[in-house]
């Protein structure tokens, strides 16, 4: 996997126990994170917006033959290759916002009871990313994800 990949996914959390939103654009928001998704604003570090790697989702479909379509991992961003782990500490631009990655995104009960069992197991290690929003923008379906340099 290169430095830089591209968002292949936009998912936005409704209601607790909802199914995400599948969209093709949305807003990060400064300090905030994306405009529509009920985690945005909360105020906690590394709560503004999560990523994961399309990679480490067909991984785990691959391995456990448990059927996980991207946006059931409850994660906001889908990306193609990217080291998401390796955004840990990093600046990164998502189209021409830029966040910084807080810490890996470990996989919960809540992910597994809205899912199937072994989901949390399996994506255990490639669970994602936490990250904050630095300066927003719009992002796409499409757009490229940089890592900059420190």
Do not use: W
């Amino acid at each position: 996997m290169s430095g830089d990949g591209v968002v292949e996914g936009i998912h936005l959390h409704g209601d607790r126990g909802d199914p995400m939103q599948v969209v093709d654009a949305a807003e990060l928001v400064t300090g905030h994170g994306l405009t529509g998704d009920r985690f945005a604003g909360l105020g906690i570090p590394g709560s503004h917006v999560t990523l994961i790697a399309a990679e480490g989702v067909e991984a785990m479909v691959s391995e456990t033959g448990i059927p996980l379509e991207p946006h059931q991992t409850r994660r906001n961003i889908l990306t193609r290759g990217v080291d998401v782990p390796g955004l840990v500490g990093r600046r990164f631009m998502v189209g021409e916002a830029v966040c910084y990655g807080v810490k890996e995104c470990t996989p919960c009960n809540h992910l597994e009871s809205m899912t199937a069992p072994g989901v949390r197991q399996g994506l255990s290690g490639r669970g994602g990313l936490r990250a904050d929003v630095l300066s927003g923008a719009p992002i796409r379906v499409g757009d490229r994800i940089t890592i900059l340099a420190d």
